[in-house]
């Protein structure tokens, strides 16, 4: 009995060595699967990221970029202590581009700002211009030849944020308005948590005061959990003013490009990464690819839809609200409207990661 | 003498069966997951083989290289010429559109007839950069709404504006109508004034015919050689107008050389009401035909169109389709994958943004090889995308 006993442990044994044997096997490679495709959606989002960063290009050359809160001395921080300040009305005033459109001169300029020519071009290539212009950030322009640092996170609630909510009834249930449209609850509406607005006819004003305004105009930037820590973007803009080298990350470094960055950008910053040790195992894991994109002042196409002339004598140049284009017809509003932010010329993808980024 | 008390014929038969019954279920198991581990590996390598594919086909979006091989002695099919004019990485130089005014001339002179890639030379601060061209004219005399012609025109001796008709008809000639549609701001118009002389100054390969009002038919008229047929509007189009229901494509290595390359693809409305590819008007037809024709690729798994991989490995292949639709750039990507044991098939369509053809005309030098926008070396910074000298 006890050979019998013995070989059946044997059996057993060994049956249940395979099984696990397999089991780990399988194991492990779906463990090395996930870790592959990881990769694959670190390349992704580096992708993305590119859109997000010509987005921002588009968007600063009519609303300027971020002054309030940049350390001058290292732009490379970035928005890591920026703390907005809604009573600064200078912060976004509007602007005519990265190149002036009204004047060629170098933007992003408010009317007030005083000019700054762009160097004229000496040869054809946008890099054979001359030398920067100005190398700091301490000024009202994004600065030349100098990398800027983007963390992206998506905040709790955005500064000026507007309520998606469409259910608000336009139209006064009461008297004296009793079915007028539009005298109530205009539309858009901020963000319910910020703010107890329940505006009125007779009080238009209800419910807000200047607290509650300031607090929906600064918002929360408290990251969401899990948004942060992902992706970011730096740009370096060449001295002719409109193309930028864009350099899109994902991966944990917020954007730094070295330990140095990261000392020069003080203890919150190094709070981030523990150590050098510990930056560089991150920096090391990440994805970046790296873009030269070109910004230009052309927002949309003058096309028929804009200047029609269908029948000979019904010529017409078409208003501001038929600028979305015929709703019944296959133009979309979105591929026909204005942007108001420019459009990105042309993206080129660099083989090699450039020295300065 | 002993005797020892064997099994009784029940005890042994409901032991064989229940040892049968162990062994059997030891060796399903065993086979499960023997089978699950097979699986696994057959979906890891597939996933594995769908990742390089997509990497392959990402890389084509950014580099372009199934289209222009920048590497010396690698195929560049579209830096010929088609009917006199050129394809997309035609060198501005080959296509004679270079800049002749020489260094004392200030470089906003509306004589700089080559072409200016300094984003201060587009700026719209610069009246250069302004059309000038007449939005209601018709291809037939339907000049009561204005001369426009002695504003602008690209005959210098009519006009003082002579700048961006240069412009436009440089840029097609060199690279046809997916370039001039990447090239030209998003609000730029195809179309310039000529004068009514022989020969007119209208694009290479392009009808000579000037309308009575000075602007070149070819740009304008429906049906022609620039204009989808469709609309009704015989007038001066741009980039979203001229795509509405056809599309400026990218060629492929399927292109047929016969062919114009610099035309327009007609697919959807156009292949209804033109005809689009040959007389079909089927709609898989045109879309098959437009596919093969605009399909740009490299070989992933084969050498020379031999496989090169395991035969019982899935093959996966690649394929990027560029075009403008309705204005928009499009980079449309789709990866493949063929099972040799099934014949299942696994498409991933996907679009992207990425280097466009400036872009990639940017990262190649003029003859052959890549080009660094950094490098000290002049002639390492020499792309496709400018030139300095004829």
């Known amino acids: 009995m006890k050979t019998r006993g013995g070989t059946v442990l044997i059996l057993v044994s060994a049956i249940s060595a395979l099984l696990v044997a397999m089991s780990l096997a399988f194991l492990t490679r779906v463990r090395s699967d996930v870790e592959e495709g990881a990769l694959q959606l670190q390349l992704a989002q580096a992708r993305v990221t590119l859109v997000a960063a010509c987005q921002y290009i588009q968007e600063a050359s009519r609303i300027g970029w971020d002054i309030n809160g940049w350390d001058t001395a290292f732009p490379s921080r970035g928005t890591l202590d920026r703390t907005p300040n809604p009573g600064i009305s200078s912060e976004h005033p509007e602007a005519f581009g990265w190149i002036d459109v009204r004047d060629g001169t170098m933007g992003p300029r408010i009317t007030t700002m005083p000019t700054t020519a762009i160097l004229t071009p000496t040869g054809s290539r946008p890099q054979d211009e001359p030398e920067p212009v100005q190398t700091s950030s301490g000024s009202w322009r994004f600065p030349i030849g100098v990398p800027v640092r983007f963390d992206l996170y998506v905040p709790q609630i955005t500064p000026y944020a507007i309520s998606q909510r469409a259910g608000y009834n336009p139209v006064s249930t009461a008297a004296p308005d009793l079915g007028r449209a539009y005298l109530r609850f205009p539309d858009p509406q901020p963000v319910s948590r910020l703010n107890n607005w329940a505006g009125t006819t007779t009080d238009p004003a209800a419910g807000v005061n200047a607290t509650e305004f300031a607090r929906w105009a600064q918002g929360d930037l408290t990251p969401r959990q899990g948004t942060s820590g992902r992706t970011w973007f730096r740009l370096v803009r060449e001295p002719s ?31 981030l990464f523990n150590n050098e040790t510990d930056f560089n195992a991150i920096a090391m894991s990440e994805t970046r690819l790296w873009y030269r994109v070109e910004w230009s002042a052309a927002t949309t196409v003058i096309d028929m839809n804009y200047l029609r002339e269908h029948e000979e004598f019904s010529f017409r140049v078409s208003t501001p609200t038929f600028i979305g284009g015929d709703p019944d017809r296959n133009y979309s509003g979105q591929q026909m409207a204005p942007n108001m932010g420019g459009t990105i010329q042309w993206i080129q993808r660099l083989r090699h990661e450039p020295a300065v980024w | 003498m002993t005797t020892t008390r064997a099994f009784t014929l029940i005890e042994l038969m409901i032991a064989v069966t229940l040892g049968g019954m162990v062994l059997y279920t030891a060796f399903a198991a065993i086979r499960v997951a023997s089978n699950a581990l097979t699986i696994s590996q057959r979906m890891a390598t597939e996933n594995s083989l769908l990742r390089i594919g997509l990497e392959a086909a990402v890389d084509e979006a950014d580099f ?42 200030p470089w906003n002179n509306e004589n700089r007839m080559g072409w200016s890639s300094s984003p201060l030379a587009w ?98 008229a429906n ?131 990425g280097t466009t053809l400036r872009g990639a005309r940017q990262q190649r030098k003029p003859t052959s090889g890549w080009a660094d926008p950094f490098s000290s070396e002049p002639t390492d910074r020499a792309t496709l995308d400018y030139v300095d000298t004829p």
């Not at chain 1, 990350?249 to 709070?271: C, I, L, P, T, Y």
């Not at chain 2, 002749?100 to 001339?105: N, P, V």
């Not at chain 2, 002389?197 to 070149?216: D, E, F, H, L, R």
Request: positive net charge; proline residues 7%; contains cysteine.
């Open chain 2, 123 to 220: 700026s719209p601060s610069d009246p250069r950069t302004w059309c000038r061209a007449n939005v209601a004219e018709e291809h037939s005399p339907r000049s009561f709404w204005g001369n426009f012609s002695i504003y602008s025109n690209i005959e210098s001796s009519r006009a003082w504006h002579t700048w961006y008709p240069s412009q436009v008809r440089g840029i097609v000639d060199t690279m046809g109508f997916y370039g001039l549609f990447e090239y030209l701001p998003s609000n730029g118009f195809a179309v310039y004034h000529a004068p009514r002389v022989n020969p007119p100054k209208t694009p290479k390969g392009a009808s000579t015919t000037i309308s009575y009002g000075g602007m070149v038919q070819a740009l304008t």
């Open chain 2, 64 to 105: 372009w290289i199934g289209s222009d091989d920048p590497e010396p002695g690698r195929p560049k099919p579209l830096r010929a010429f088609d009917a006199g004019g050129g394809r997309p990485f035609t060198d501005f130089r080959d296509a004679g559109f270079c800049d002749t005014a020489g260094s004392t001339t």
């Open chain 2, 223 to 353: 049906g022609t050689w620039l204009c989808p047929t469709d609309g009704g509007d015989n007038t001066m189009k741009g980039r979203i107008r001229n795509t509405n229901g056809s599309r400026y494509y990218l060629p492929g290595k399927n292109f047929a050389a016969a062919v114009d390359s610099r035309r327009l693809a007609k697919i959807g409305y156009e292949a209804r009401s033109a005809g689009g590819y040959g007389t079909t008007s089927d709609t898989h037809q045109v879309l098959t035909a437009f596919l093969n024709e605009t399909r740009s690729n490299q070989e992933l798994m084969r050498s020379n169109g031999i496989l090169v991989s395991p035969t019982h490995w899935p093959e996966v292949t690649y394929r990027v389709h560029r075009f403008i639709e309705r204005g928009h750039p499009v980079t449309l990507c789709v990866v493949e994958l063929t099972s040799p044991l099934t014949g299942a098939q696994i498409a991933l369509p996907f679009t992207t943004v």
């Open chain 1, 241 to 271: 003013g409109a193309v930028f080298t864009v350099t899109c990350g994902a991966g944990g470094s917020r954007g730094f490009k070295n330990w140095d960055e990261v000392r020069a950008a003080g203890a919150e910053a190094q709070a």
